[in-house]
């Protein structure tokens, strides 16, 4: 197939190993409010097949939790008769196009769970928490473990083509990886090296769950942007290990949610951050998805061009329009519903329990 003309490398396919993605346009994944609403999974199954069929390459669903601990509300996946509801998903968008693979995100949300049965590494409260953290006993990690395995597993059952464990934000994985609120001094505390052991205890877990042949998607905090953050060397060195436990692409997460640093505002300029996943491609090895204000194709151009990913996420974008893709194929740009960064659709929606 000749390259593109305007996009030759957005539009370029890509083997991560265990799949082939038709060109480098991700939907990345974002909370919608479907995932908790009635009717929601045959809308939610609606909302990514016309993504689907309008040219994106691959899609990651919002997060869904693997137990209750981990959400304290809305849907999850834990249970056998919970997959019915994620194969209308799954079919809707492999019938709408067959090469489009769309991934299962993970979400252990951690001191951020809408519940007083919320669990931590310490009995530590987000700034933006709720509730105060049951500080997790040694048998709860085990849980806590085979729940992630146990999600992963249901999520091949309903047909997904992989799945993404998001390990930042402040939410359960990336608790444990800083002192600031995992201040256990057993195995899973103290040293970096015990306290990114739940990270990679949690990939090896799945990838045993769900054998070799899964797309397996690790979302990494590559600037926590708060005091007691993770250091540089701290980030390659998880991102090292878990690449070693069968990861087999790497998409880098800024800030925590709790962090008063703006990452996804409008006054963020384009492509901000995406440096900083280039920098961490060249010490990983592996596909590399980048994020944030990537609002409009020659922006993805432009990143991929210069080394800075392998994969553009443009979730936000594609929820302005879901033609984004077809559009900028067809050279059509000037018919984009360009994502302004607002948020007030979508992230205010998300925080104030409405549907976005």
Not at 169 to 190: C, H, M, P
Not at 228 to 251: C, D, F, P, R, T
Not at 328 to 342: H, Q, V
Request: net charge negative; with cysteine; proline share 5%.
């Amino acid at each position: 197939m000749a390259a593109h003309p305007r996009y030759p490398l957005l539009f370029s396919p890509l083997d991560i190993g265990v799949a082939k993605l038709k060109n480098r346009a991700l939907m990345g994944s974002m909370h919608t409010g479907l995932e908790e609403a009635d009717n929601g999974f045959a809308k939610q199954a609606a909302f990514f097949a016309e993504r689907a069929k309008n040219g994106v390459g691959m899609i990651i669903t919002g997060g869904i939790p693997p137990n209750f601990e981990g959400g304290g509300r809305g849907s999850k996946l834990s249970e056998p008769h919970e997959v019915a509801e994620h194969r209308l998903v799954t079919e809707a968008v492999h019938a709408a196009d067959p090469d489009v693979k769309i991934c299962l995100q993970i979400l252990h949300t951690g001191p951020l769970a809408k519940t007083s049965e919320c669990v931590a590494p310490s009995a530590v409260k987000s700034r933006i928490g709720a509730y105060m953290p049951n500080a997790l006993t040694a048998d709860g990690i085990e849980k806590q473990l085979r729940d992630f395995a146990n999600c992963a597993a249901l999520a091949k059952e309903a047909g997904y083509d992989g799945v993404e464990i998001i390990g930042s934000a402040g939410y359960l994985i990336s608790t444990f990886l800083v002192e600031k609120t995992n201040l256990r001094t057993d195995e899973w505390g103290g040293p970096f090296e015990n306290r990114m052991r739940f990270a990679v205890e949690v990939v090896r877990r799945v990838r045993k769950a769900v054998g070799p042949d899964f797309i397996l998607i690790f979302r990494i905090s590559a600037m926590d942007m708060l005091q007691g953050g993770l250091a540089w060397e701290e980030v390659v060195q998880l991102g090292k290990a878990i690449v070693a436990e069968g990861v087999n692409v790497v998409s880098t997460h800024f800030c925590w949610h709790e962090a008063l640093v703006p990452t996804i505002a409008t006054m963020v300029p384009r492509a901000a951050f995406t440096q900083v996943t280039g920098r961490l491609r060249k010490e990983l090895g592996v596909p590399m998805i980048t994020s944030n204000r990537i609002n409009m194709p020659h922006v993805a151009e432009e990143v991929l061009v210069r080394g800075d990913g392998d994969i553009v996420s443009m979730a936000r974008p594609m929820l302005a329009d879901a033609e984004l893709v077809k559009k900028a194929f067809e050279g059509r740009e000037d018919e984009i519903n360009t994502c302004i960064a607002c948020n007030q659709a979508c992230l205010d929606h998300t925080f104030n329990g409405k549907l976005v």
